[in-house]
């Protein structure tokens, strides 16, 4: 059985395990009917052109895991920042975590979806904001929107300041021989508050995975929020990433997308600007080899006056491997003194590796100030040149001029643990140990 017909006719199982409203019912149902018209994107599509998921889709894949495995902490501890004290929502094959996670109701809300879906005291925050910004078009949203149950639930009152950083992470097993998984995360934050976000979806065997994500980020005014997403799987893991935001005024909301590995990473990732004077910025690094696939869509809609928007993505590909960065800027005729700048540098280390790059900017005001700037070339001889002949070794020389080509969406990490963990991986994934800390 296809995969489409597969969840088609899971849903109705699906939601006789789960105690839902009537309102979300209909919510679901009416996702489920958008998918089943639309089915999973296909190159036919402007917005897929340069990424199949054929290859992926011929996987027989669980898409409810039939059992549950327990790990434990000093198993998966190297993929936490386990040097900080941190709040904890972890997943293991789509299922909560118990003893792995680290949750909390003392001022703030940092728990499940599921019960944030099903409990009726947050009956009016689901009400309010649930599936209020994620796309009503997109098929893969609309079909985590069917099945949406579990996932992060975070609730930051107004005028709080979150004390520590908090960790949302997806593990998966392996127990399936092919698995499916659909999480769901609702962020909302505060006016005058602060919140800084890691997640990580990570593979603990080369079983083939599936993920289909949806997180919806809400900012009211003057909420700041730090998000990091650290993409660094197996070469079995396959992501689909779908990130929607909205800013009220005075907001500062920042997404850095770390993506070093897995099969393939298609990354949706959509602003919307709902007050004057926020502030949006979204920063990648892509590090990929072999035959790996990364794909960064995104979109910032300037819909109000005065607003700022900041995008910078450094790609590096190296052997078989195809980067994709497709970003639009859109600025309506209300949004006069918008400052966009958008910049997608690349550097192709072999003859087979291929970068799409699509950058687009769509303006309706008069009054602004937009750029955007794409390059796609290799290192520069010169530099490698000066610096071997000052007693570089060729290899360190090449990575350390690498580095400097990411240096500054690191230098943007304001978790000092995390922009460490980012420089070893960044170490890793370029065969070199910098000799020096930051």
């Not at 489920?32 to 018209?37: H, Q, R, S, W």
């Not at 908090?166 to 698995?179: K, P, Q, V, W």
């Not at 922009?419 to 070199?432: D, F, S």
Request: aromatic fraction near 10%.
């Amino acid at each position: 059985m296809e995969l489409k017909e597969k969840l088609l006719s899971s849903f109705m199982a699906f939601e006789e395990q789960v105690d839902v409203h009537s309102e979300l019912h209909n919510v679901r149902t009416e996702a489920l009917k958008n998918f089943e018209n639309k089915g999973f994107p296909t190159k036919k599509e402007e917005s897929w052109k340069y990424t199949s998921l054929n290859a992926i889709l011929k996987n027989d894949f669980t898409v409810f895991p039939k059992d549950e495995l327990t790990i434990e902490f000093r198993d998966v501890k190297k993929y936490f920042i386990h040097e900080i004290d941190t709040y904890k929502v972890v997943f293991v094959d789509g299922v909560f975590s118990s003893h792995l996670s680290s949750t909390t109701h003392e001022g703030v809300d940092i728990c499940l979806m599921s019960s944030a879906l099903h409990k009726p005291k947050y009956k009016m925050v689901i009400d309010n904001y649930f599936n209020k910004i994620a796309s009503k078009d997109e098929s893969l949203t609309t079909l985590n929107t069917a099945f949406a149950n579990e996932g992060a639930y975070i609730n930051i009152p107004k005028s709080t300041v979150v004390r520590k950083p908090i960790e949302i992470m997806y593990f998966s097993t392996g127990n399936e021989a092919a698995l499916m998984v659909q999480p769901r995360n609702l962020i909302i934050v505060g006016e005058n508050s602060h919140v800084q976000i890691i997640e990580r979806h990570q593979s603990l065997n080369e079983n083939p995975v599936l993920t289909n994500s949806v997180t919806e980020i809400f900012a009211q005014k003057r909420a700041i929020v730090d998000f990091y997403k650290i993409q660094n799987d197996n070469h079995e893991a396959n992501l689909i990433d779908n990130t929607y935001v909205s800013q009220k005024q005075e907001s500062h909301v920042s997404v850095h997308t770390f993506s070093f590995g897995g099969n393939l990473t298609r990354n949706n990732l959509n602003f919307y600007h709902f007050g004057e004077r926020l502030t949006s910025t979204l920063n990648g690094i892509t590090i990929i080899g072999d035959k790996q696939h990364v794909d960064h869509y995104t979109l910032v809609h300037h819909a109000a006056p005065n607003c700022e928007s900041f995008q910078d993505y450094k790609g590096i590909f190296s052997d078989n491997s195809t980067g994709v960065f497709n970003g639009k800027v859109y600025v309506e005729k209300e949004a006069q003194k918008t400052n966009a700048f958008q910049k997608s540098n690349n550097i192709l280390l072999g003859d087979r590796s291929t970068i799409n790059a699509k950058p687009q900017l769509e303006i309706f005001a008069d009054d602004v100030k937009c750029s955007h700037g794409c390059t796609v070339g290799q290192l520069d001889e010169t530099a490698m040149f000066y610096m071997q002949s000052r007693g570089i070794p060729k290899k360190e020389a090449k990575a350390l001029l690498m580095y400097a080509f990411s240096n500054a969406v690191i230098e943007s990490i304001k978790i000092p643990e995390l922009k460490q963990r980012i420089t070893k991986i960044i170490a890793l994934k370029l065969g070199v140990k910098l000799g020096f800390d930051l």
